[in-house]
């Protein structure tokens, strides 16, 4: 698709046509020449190398404009919203023959793949922009069938998404649990004492997904015994000593579990204690 700015008066812009060339490379050897000359010569032509096409770009898209000032059709004298340009002038898209076509706005890549590629005729609307001096797409206008069909795929694959996105989201829920339970059981196991209810609320607390605990590293969650000690001792920090008073009262939190370290070893070795759950 090619843009041109825009001239003083009207609006306008010219298709390129892609063309096939080719390329070779040129030698010369003059008639007189002999012996070493003549080798060279035959040398350098049995290097030449067949003609290469250059590469070819696809064909430009019909370009439709979004007229910034009035304008009169050239064949009909008419107006409207959209214009093409042609041999004669602009021409409204009736008398261009493109007026069955609707037009999709520009924002959403996919549909408007989907609706170009089903429709056998399309064209890109432009529309100049004065402060960047430069035409900017808008959407494009492609056949009714055609983005019909391009919408229900969109549906349909938004569709699959919400599905996967469901699957996911059960997928993950039923992991978190199991891994909550597996992190229950090895903490009963390291602290036979510990109440089974309160076991169970570090490991969901220590294993919530997305809050960053130790219960979520990698440590955690291949159940290594430092890392499930180490949630156990956060939540006796938090709930069985007053860590949090002498945190809200201005005290640091270093001198805080220097102060509470003793009640958080007391709690720990009653929950390691031989005997019967």
Request: net charge positive.
């Amino acid at each position: 698709m090619s843009m041109c700015p825009v001239p003083a008066g009207r609006e306008h812009c010219h298709a390129r046509t892609a063309t096939l060339t080719f390329v070779t490379r040129s030698s010369q050897t003059g008639s007189s020449q002999t012996g070493s000359s003549q080798t060279r010569s035959s040398r350098t032509r049995s290097r030449q190398r067949t003609p290469e096409p250059a590469v070819v770009t696809d064909a430009p898209d019909l370009l439709v404009i979004q007229p910034v000032r009035e304008w009169t059709c050239a064949q009909c004298r008419g107006t409207g919203d959209l214009l093409i340009m042609d041999e004669p002038g602009p021409l409204c898209l009736a008398c261009a023959e493109l007026d069955h076509l609707v037009f999709l706005p520009a924002g959403d890549a996919a549909l408007t793949r989907r609706a170009k590629k089903a429709s056998g005729l399309s064209a890109v609307v432009v529309r100049w922009s004065r402060s960047r001096k430069r035409y900017e797409r808008q959407g494009v206008l492609v056949e009714e069938a055609a983005l019909e069909q391009a919408e229900q795929q969109c549906l349909a694959d938004e569709d699959a998404r919400m599905r996967r996105r469901e699957r996911d989201r059960e997928r993950r829920a039923a992991e978190d649990v199991e891994l909550a339970a597996s992190m229950a059981e090895e903490i009963r196991r390291l602290f036979p004492r510990c109440p089974a209810r309160r076991a169970e609320a570090i490991a969901r607390h220590a294993s919530l997904r997305g809050s960053g605990r130790v219960g979520r590293s990698a440590a955690g969650r291949a159940l290594d015994e430092e890392a499930i000690t180490l949630a156990v001792v956060a939540s006796v920090r938090h709930e069985d000593t007053g860590y949090d008073s002498l945190l809200m009262s201005g005290v640091s939190r270093v001198d805080a579990r220097d102060r509470t370290r003793l009640a958080v070893d007391r709690v720990l070795a009653a929950w390691r204690g031989a005997g019967g759950r």
